[in-house]
DNA sequence: CGCAGCCTTGAAGTAAATCAAGGATTGTGG
DNA sequence: CCACAATCCTTGATTTACTTCAAGGCTGCG
């Protein structure tokens, strides 16, 4: 079952067996990737959709500098680039971070859904709304957080999704990326990133080691990143 | 002719006669808002979502202090908590920025479209991933643009927006908003909004005065804000 | 062994925040 | 009609968070 991650915790529930059946049957072809592979560049035409079925993906934009902002990190189980579909072209790129696997979907199989089910059509948008919900948190995050929030708070949310699909216990998790990657996606430079990982280690609030992160003061965490879950819209857990 | 502007310069043009009527006739009511008005606070059930005639509205979260992030303005035709259909709560506040005059559309009958249109469905979902590659290039703007950079971007967003409902003419717009809004938006304070406008006033590239917006020098102003309009996906506004 | 990639730390520089005060404009009530 | 309050804009002085530049260390690998 390749989709079983896909929405999971998310009202995947509301999906019938005809609507998961449909889905699986979109899928063409399941694909392995190397790390630091470029999927999908910004303006180019695109045809296919990209469920991730492990590992990590990302979507990034360079400024004039050639420097990467990153504006999303996937896990398991989310359409990486089903905005595609209704957009035709994207306005990002979309690379792995680390080995991947995952699932193609034409957009085509796409097309016949919309046609057909209103239902799984709902929870196909659905999706794409969280990953904006998740866009506006991460505006939150470099608008409002110092270094040491966006870092906890960037974990937080990795923590929360990784949990949501069976990938983290919420005391540790697999994150093999580098300082730098971190940086990227927290609006800093490596070396402050370093730093920051200092602080978080020296006052026992969290471990970023070897590509294993470990949650040794989840509160504090917590409250140094100003994190509620709410926005992720996993079942259960509700604004605070 | 409520939703004249909706969509306009973007695919409007795919909308069957019929799916205009339909997307018309889904508007119950039309109210005049005053300017710095709450419509939706973040979290609570929404049954209703929002379709921006005139004015300026923004969506917007608090820090732990309270202070605000600005993650979306509006202008006419943009269908300002369009994902709250599918959503069914928010993750942050949808507030006017200046006086405003909205439709409103019961969910129940975007329902009955998702039900029954999947051409305008598709639309509408279409219509959600603009907004989502506007807060992707907010990211981009706050990551990795310095504070000049961030106005300019921003100012030039807003007029291309405008621009496609003939709100602007490209030298010149309204934006009735005070200096302190603009940095709740590009995230700095309201003080260095100010040194930022005196020195765009000073090279001459832009004047932000009274409500108005004059661009003196648009090369320039793209130039510093590293802007390009691809990601607004406005007909003819192709990748360079 | 020697190189590449990544992590770590220090020192110096800089962009933006903060604190503070005054000035302009508009609205308001006496 | 004018005093004054409120709001917003403007500018200066100081502080702070983060970047930049630089160098050295560790680990794994061909």
Redesign the pocket.
């Known amino acids: 079952m390749l989709t079983k991650d896909f929405l999971r915790e998310r009202h995947r529930d509301e999906l019938s067996e005809e609507d998961i059946a449909a889905l699986e049957s979109a899928i063409t072809e399941v694909r392995e990737l190397g790390a630091r592979q470029l999927l999908v560049r910004a303006g180019e035409p695109v045809t296919m959709s990209t469920l991730l079925l492990e590992g990590f993906m990302c979507r990034y934009m360079d400024d004039r500098a050639g420097e990467r902002q990153l504006v999303a990190v996937h896990v398991a189980g989310d359409f990486v680039d089903l905005h595609g579909f209704p957009l035709k072209r994207l306005d990002h790129d979309v690379a792995t971070l680390t080995g991947a696997r995952v699932a193609l979907v034409p957009h085509a199989n796409l097309a016949r859904i919309v046609a057909e089910r209103p239902n799984l059509t709902k929870l196909l948008w659905f999706s794409t709304l969280i990953d904006a919900a998740m866009h506006r948190e991460w505006i939150f995050r470099l608008g409002r957080l110092?270094?040491?929030g966006?870092i906890s708070h960037f974990l937080c949310e990795l923590d929360a999704k990784l949990q949501a699909v069976g990938r983290s216990d919420g005391l540790r998790f697999e994150l093999p990326i580098?300082?730098?990657d971190l940086?990227e996606a927290c609006?800093?430079?490596?070396?402050?990133v370093?730093?920051i990982?200092?602080q978080l280690r020296e006052q026992k609030v969290l471990l970023f080691?070897n590509g294993m992160v470990e949650i040794q003061d989840r509160k504090r965490l917590e409250r140094i990143g100003e994190f509620d879950p709410a926005y992720l819209y996993i079942n259960g857990a509700e604004k605070r």
Chains 1, 2 share one sequence.
């Open positions: 110092n270094a040491i966006r580098n300082q730098n940086g609006g800093m430079t490596g070396v402050h370093n730093r990982l200092r080691r």
